[in-house]
């Protein structure tokens, strides 16, 4: 069975830092782009960050300099770590997994981060 579980999200204070896991199972994530992005109710999903398969990495503007997406192939998985984050951060975050090729995109449950003091 296909998963994607994130987990780490919370609440954090402005300019504190979280870490956002990604944890697939029921297939491997070689070849597949990673990526998170992240949705407020009533507004659409938007894309944060993306890493694929050879390790080229891609930001929002809004995030550049604060968030650094990873991944580990080994633990088949992907992580978003978010440093200074500010309160229009706050969203649920969604970890996504997509292969072209395959015709392929998973999506998690999502996590819920909230940036507030």
């Known amino acids: 069975q296909v998963r994607l579980v994130e987990s780490g999200g919370g609440l954090v204070q402005p300019g504190g830092s979280l870490r956002l896991s990604c944890e697939a199972s029921g297939f491997s994530i070689d070849g597949y782009t990673m990526s998170w992005y992240r949705q407020v109710p009533g507004e659409e999903r938007e894309l944060v960050a993306s890493?694929?398969?050879?390790?080229?990495?891609k930001y929002a503007d809004s995030v550049k300099e604060r968030f650094t997406i990873s991944r580990d192939n080994v633990y088949n998985s992907v992580y978003l770590q978010m440093n200074s984050p500010k309160p229009e951060d706050t969203a649920i975050y969604y970890c996504?997994?997509?292969?072209?090729?395959?015709?392929?995109?998973?999506w998690g449950q999502g996590t819920q981060v909230t940036v507030s003091s």
């Open positions: 890493v694929f398969s050879r390790g080229g990495k």
């Open positions: 996504s997994a997509r292969n072209t090729a395959l015709r392929t995109d998973y």
